[in-house]
């Protein structure tokens, strides 16, 4: 007993001690002050004896360490068969754990136009790594796929792209009417210049037959000077002349700036809501797979399918008839759905917190024949409710064009009346 009271007593002295040290560091987190002047006191430290009434303690503010924001941004990556793969809203570190290779990028960065090998259309809304990665050629803006001219032509008052008498850019790609203008109103240019020039070579040709002609004994050799005056004063008629007729026939046919008529060719993609109709009892996907409708395992779309893609908040699908089967009327599934357009649309679109899903992998309802659209497994096409304001407002912002397709921060969305189909970085 007396051994078992001699280690009580020291433990209780450990606690004395230890007890007293974290009293001193608590004591610590303040100041004591006089009431009268609001100044410290030099001598108390400890609150305890801070406590008459011509003193008052004041606690130490904590030190609050700020966090550091979550910076999310793009990831492009590869899956397992190599195919190149986007995905927004990944923090950097997601993306360097999915494949150390993978590119990432902030999704503040500046975007710009990207020209693709493969498509001569200017995308807007690239980012240079994006459009670097596609092997396409990036600027930041339209105008700097213009032609800047070593020195400038000289150009009538008035017409677009000219400045004090002067152009010095021009785009290739522009139509009639805008600001550096198209070929033909180069071509226009270059034809004065080169009629002058013509008379200016002419008048040398002649001086220096002249000079031949007068300076030298020989008559093969003023024969020659003859010749070289005579060659001269025939072109320039040639060239003067052809002109002076087309103009006295037409003035427009010295005009080489030709203005083709732009045109809209509209297709029916209203087929990409339109259930298809089975091949001799068989549906087939955009990849190829088949689906017998003779074959109940073949159309089990559960088994075939996978798991459902866990959604984001403030997402949700509008039809709650989810598809059991293929072939099934009147459903939706979000089973192997990928959510690259739907994330990409959160990062970049801050007031479009609810989406309403309408269509997604349920290939047998879009496309109106075997193939014939990109909803499948994995893939990100998805049909959007148009009720959302936010959203409308969104996509809308970006290039639209009369047959209804919009391209927004490097996406294509199409309006179908009643949703917007939402295919990625192609128009499918």
Not at 96 to 119: F, I, Q, R, T, Y
Not at 230 to 245: H, M, P, Q
Not at 413 to 422: I, K, P, R, T, V
């Amino acid at each position: 007993m007396k051994k078992l009271f001699k280690y009580i007593l020291i433990i209780i002295a450990l606690v004395g001690v230890f007890g007293t040290t974290e009293y001193a560091n608590a004591q610590a987190t303040g100041k004591c002050y006089w009431k009268l002047t609001n100044t410290e006191h030099s001598t108390i430290t400890d609150q305890n004896r801070c406590s008459f009434n011509r003193v008052y303690w004041k606690p130490t503010a904590p030190v609050i360490t700020p966090t550091a924001p979550v910076i999310r941004g793009t990831c492009y990556s590869k899956d397992a068969s190599g195919k190149s793969v986007t995905y927004y809203g990944w923090e950097e570190q997601s993306c360097k754990n999915n494949n150390s290779s993978a590119k990432w990028e902030p999704s503040d960065m500046p975007k710009g136009v990207c020209v693709l090998p493969d498509n001569p259309i200017r995308n807007s809304g690239w980012s240079k790594m994006a459009c670097d990665l596609s092997s396409g050629t990036w600027a930041s803006s339209l105008d700097d796929f213009k032609y800047n001219f070593l020195a400038p032509l000289p150009c009538e008052d008035g017409m677009p792209g000219c400045v004090s008498g002067k152009l010095i850019t021009f785009d290739p790609e522009s139509k009639k009417g805008e600001a550096n203008t198209n070929l033909g109103k180069y071509l226009n240019i270059m034809i004065r210049i080169i009629i002058g020039l013509s008379a200016v070579a002419a008048v040398a040709m002649i001086v220096i037959g002249g000079i031949q002609y007068m300076t030298s004994e020989l008559m093969s050799s003023k024969e020659d000077g003859k010749n070289r005056m005579t060659n001269a004063i025939l072109g320039l008629i040639i060239v003067l002349g052809s002109y002076a007729l087309l103009y006295t026939i037409n003035p427009d046919l010295l005009n080489s700036d030709v203005e083709i008529q732009d045109v809209t060719i509209y297709a029916d993609l209203s087929a990409d809501s339109t259930p298809q109709t089975p091949v001799n009892g068989k549906y087939t996907d955009r990849g190829g797979q088949v689906y017998d409708t003779a074959n109940a395992n073949s159309i089990d779309w559960v088994a075939r399918a996978g798991q459902e893609t866990p959604l984001p908040a403030g997402v949700t699908v509008l039809n709650p008839s989810k598809c059991i089967k293929v072939g099934q009327p009147s459903c939706t599934s979000i089973r192997g759905f990928s959510l690259a357009v739907i994330n990409h649309i959160l990062t970049n679109c801050r007031d479009c917190r609810t989406l309403s899903i309408q269509g997604a992998t349920e290939f047998w309802l879009h496309g109106g024949s075997p193939r014939g659209t990109t909803h499948q497994i994995g893939s990100p096409t998805v049909d959007l409710g148009i009720t959302n304001p936010a959203l409308n407002s969104y996509i809308r912002s970006g290039q639209c064009s009369t047959d209804k397709w919009c391209q927004k921060d490097g996406m294509w969305y199409l309006d179908e009346g009643n949703h917007w189909h939402a295919s990625g970085s192609s128009r499918s």
